[in-house]
Every structure is written in C-alpha cells, then in structure tokens.
C-alpha cells in the first residue's frame, strides 16, 4: 500500500466512530467546529503523554499491570477526563447528559487516531492489522470515551452526585483501559478469547449508556411539549 493509503485507512476507524457517536445524540446535536476542536485536542494529546510515559518507565519499569494501569491507561484517561473537564465541562453547548459522550469521545478518539497513523506508518501495518485495531484499541478508545462522558454527564446535570460522578467518569476509563492492555500484555497465546467477551461487554455496556444519557435529556421533555401543543 502506498503510505496515503495506510494513512486514510488509518484515520477512517476513528472518524467513523466519531460521526457514528455524534449522529446518535438524538436531540441537539453538537457544533461541528466544537466536536472537531476536542478532535484536534485529542491528537495533541498523544505528544504529552509520550513523554510523560516514557519517563514513568523509566521509574516505574515496565511491569504488565503497572504499565497497563498506571503508565498506559492511568495517564491516557486522566488527561483526556482533565481536557474534557476544563474545556468543555461547563461549556455553555454541554446543555444535556449526552454531550458528555459526544466530547469525551472525540478527545478519545483524535488521541486513538494519531496513534494508530503512528504505528501504521511506523509498522508498515496492512490491512488485515488495520482492521483489527479498528476493532480492538481504536474502539476501545471510543468505548472508554463513552464512560467517561457518560459520568460526566451524569455529573453536569445532578449536582448533589458531582464528585462522585467525577470521579467515576476518570476512574472507570482507566479501570477497563488497563484491563483491556494487561489482557493484550499478559495473556499471550490465547488473549482473543477474552479479548472478544471483553469487548462485546464493553459495547454492550457502551450502547446502554448512549440510550440512558439520550433518555435523561431535558430537551426530550421540551420537544415532547412541543409535540403535545401542536
């Protein structure tokens, strides 16, 4: 393949799910401009992180769990929760529970999209390789970033729970993402056959998430009123 073609088929899982998680918001759909900026924000991200993993390796070392909790998820999902929180938080279009979603989900996505064109281009990745990490680590970015924006509205709209919900929204991420990369760490010859349960849980567990956040929409209220008065 020529490198623009290992590029785009790169890019394509992560803008795909992008759109599919946006286009899902049922009720007010996000600016374009805003999602894309959290995009961008998202694969800025990865230089930080190189270098702050590379240097927890150097004092940590790089044992499976300590990696795949601390140094790999631990760091990841606490600075795409930390950019979420301060920039789109208490942002005036973060108007219904679902925008958590949308938001964390393209930080978490701009960040998996950059690292798989990375390691395309650094592996000279076919196909084949490409679509399994459409399926498996892009994904999981996207289905981290669904719980993180999950809580996040969960948090947003029911202030007597914020801390807790906070709280959640960092630490499931990086519970599952460091489950995910210690089973691809650790279980060596046999990790698909856990990887595969794992991964429809966490689709499952992504998709009941969409549906409860749309469900507890204020503005689910306000277009069925709108309905009844016309």
Request: charged share 15%; with cysteine.
């Amino acid at each position: 393949m020529s490198m623009v073609s290992v590029i785009l088929a790169a890019i394509a899982p992560g803008v795909a799910l992008l759109a599919y998680f946006y286009l899902k918001d049922r009720y007010d759909t996000e600016p374009i401009h805003l999602v894309g900026k959290m995009f961008l924000f998202g694969i800025l991200l990865v230089f930080p992180v190189m270098v702050l993993q590379r240097a927890f390796v150097h004092g940590f070392g790089d044992d499976p769990l300590v990696f795949s909790f601390l140094i790999s998820a631990g760091i990841e999902e606490f600075l795409k929760w930390f950019l979420v929180y301060f920039l789109i938080f208490r942002h005036a279009s973060f108007d219904e529970p679902y925008d958590g979603i949308v938001y964390s989900v393209a930080v978490s996505l701009g960040f998996a999209t950059l690292e798989n064109v990375f390691y395309a281009l650094l592996n000279s990745a076919s196909i084949s390789t490409l679509l399994m990490r459409a399926f498996l680590p892009v994904s999981g970015h996207a289905m981290f970033g669904v719980m993180m924006g999950y809580h996040l509205g969960k948090a947003k709209f029911n202030p007597e729970q914020r801390t807790r919900q906070l709280f959640y929204a960092c630490f499931m991420p990086i519970f599952w993402h460091g489950v995910f990369d210690y089973v691809l760490l650790s279980a060596k010859t046999y990790w698909i056959w856990i990887m595969l349960p794992l991964m429809v849980f966490l689709w499952g567990r992504s998709l009941w998430n969409v549906k409860r956040a749309n469900a507890k929409s204020p503005l689910r209220v306000l277009r069925r009123e709108e309905r009844v008065e016309m």
